[in-house]
């Protein structure tokens, strides 16, 4: 919790560079959803500095969505 609050930098920064790549028609099923919450898992949890272990990371809530 404490290293990825720290790395928000980062973490904002993948979540952006993943969500610049998906189209609207990807994200509105809930299944789509699904899918971009996995994706955010799995870049979230690579690690911040070489050979340092990977973040532990469970799950991601969306709060609001919102598709332009």
Known sequence: GE???TNM???RSR???LLSAKKA???TSVE???Q???EIIA???QPF???APPQEVTDVLFTNFIIQ
């Open 25 to 27: 028609s990807e994200l």
């Open 32 to 34: 789509g959803k699904r």
């Open 43 to 45: 870049a979230v949890k």
């Open 15 to 17: 979540v952006l560079l």
């Open 49 to 51: 500095a070489d050979k």
């Open 3 to 5: 290293l990825i609050k």
């Open 9 to 11: 930098a980062r973490v």
């Open 36 to 38: 971009l919450s996995n």
